[in-house]
């Protein structure tokens, strides 16, 4: 194959090349989403999205071929000759655009946590190269927050961590387990780029958070040092992309950020309350009496 216009589709190509994995479903997926990343494109970069998506529709299977129909049916001017090689009339290109009831975003994340490891790595360095970055977001976070994360990790505590990372991130407490739960790892790296923790306090997570993870030093190794790779851009981004589709499923009125201490508060006052009621008015004689 000629050298692509999209540099880490080479790798993707050398991946499978060299390890036997079939990776045509993702390598056509990735391909058609950094093709609509853009608004317009140069005659050979579309001859070349053009003649690698054609030598990649015959091999996949159903439900890659409509997600790159669903892709390219919000992507105006879309090839035409790709759109008869998938089977889609302008009627259809129409319907699959009204029936996609999530948001893009939704499609990403799936693509991301069903992605092999490999894949998984490709995606991010796709995201890093990316022509449009999102607004840098803030970075409050405090070292308080990633001791919280290192706690937990270290008691095993899988429920206190993703909740911790549910309200540091602003994503929703479904994603936020699946980032801690995920067996491979990768999203927690994301998670932690993201949230600027040094790597030392990585490893530790790794190394107590998930058996899955945790019993291979060669599993945390490798993380580790995907960790040093990954450019805070590319977490900057999949982050970005967890958040909006997180947002549909959050209520509206849930808190950024927790408050422990006013919700600690609560289940103290109502004893009080109750021991009150029960007594009658004997406290306030005690303590009037107490006065005097």
Not at 33 to 42: G, I
Not at 115 to 133: C, P, T, V, W
Request: glycine share 6%; with cysteine.
């Amino acid at each position: 194959m000629k050298p692509s216009t999209y540099p880490l589709l080479d790798g993707l190509v050398d991946l499978a090349c060299r390890d036997g994995v079939d990776i045509r479903p993702t390598l056509l997926r990735v391909l058609t989403d950094l093709y609509v990343q853009k608004p317009a494109h140069s005659a050979d970069e579309e001859a070349q999205y053009v003649e690698l998506a054609l030598g990649l529709i015959e091999a996949v299977d159903a439900p890659t071929r409509t997600a790159v129909v669903a892709s390219l049916s919000n992507y105006p001017g879309a090839p035409a000759v790709i759109l008869r090689k998938l089977g889609v009339a302008e009627s259809a290109t129409a319907a699959a655009a009204s029936s996609a009831s999530r948001p893009n975003t939704d499609n990403h994340v799936e693509e991301f946590f069903a992605a092999s490891s490999g894949e998984r790595r490709i995606i991010l360095g796709n995201l890093d190269i990316a022509d449009k970055a999102p607004p840098r977001r803030p970075v409050p976070i405090s070292s308080e927050v990633v001791r919280r994360l290192e706690t937990a990790a270290l008691q095993h505590n899988t429920g206190e961590f993703s909740r911790t990372l549910e309200r540091a991130l602003g994503i929703s407490r479904a994603l936020a387990e699946r980032v801690t739960r995920d067996p491979s790892g990768e999203p927690i790296v994301v998670a932690a780029k993201a949230l600027g923790m040094k790597a030392a306090v990585l490893q530790r997570v790794l190394l107590f958070l998930n058996p899955a993870i945790g019993q291979s030093v060669e599993r945390v190794h490798n993380l580790s040092r995907f960790f040093e790779e990954l450019g805070p851009e590319a977490a900057e981004r999949m982050l970005a992309i967890w958040q909006k589709a997180s947002a549909q499923a959050k209520p509206a009125h849930e808190a950024a950020y927790w408050d422990d201490e006013r919700r600690g508060a609560r289940p103290l006052s109502s004893p009080q309350r109750q021991k009150t009621a029960g007594t009658g008015a004997q406290p306030v004689t005690r303590f009037r009496s107490g006065e005097r």
